[in-house]
């Protein structure tokens, strides 16, 4: 049983460590819009959609991977997220234009 106990602890704080991530990642990019916006000279139309982007994909994914993970487990789809979650950051700071940034935050 102590084995367990300890296991349980460490799979909350890779959960709570997910979700600070996600809400971080919603929310800090806001304050890098007029940076962005001037870096990529484009209208702010456009730059509001990086941040839009993300939540929608976010809204619309999450049902249907929840479902996923019924079928073929939590651990597995949460750490498949992980790894999106890392490719899109990833491919975020490489953007050369601000059409792929949208895109990189849909992923």
Not at 80 to 100: Q, R
Request: proline share 3%; net charge positive.
């Amino acid at each position: 049983m102590k084995g367990r106990g300890r296991w349980q602890w460490q799979v909350l704080i890779v959960v709570l460590l997910g979700a600070t991530m996600s809400a971080l990642d919603i929310t800090i990019v806001n304050i890098a819009l007029p940076t962005i916006k001037g870096e990529f000279h484009t209208s702010l139309e456009l730059v509001e959609w990086v941040s839009m982007a993300y939540m929608i994909v976010l809204a619309l994914a999450l049902p249907v991977v929840g479902r996923l993970a019924d079928i073929f487990g939590r651990s597995r789809l949460y750490n498949i997220g992980f790894g999106i979650f890392i490719v899109g950051s990833a491919l975020c700071g490489l953007t050369p234009g601000i059409l792929t940034l949208v895109l990189a935050r849909c992923l």
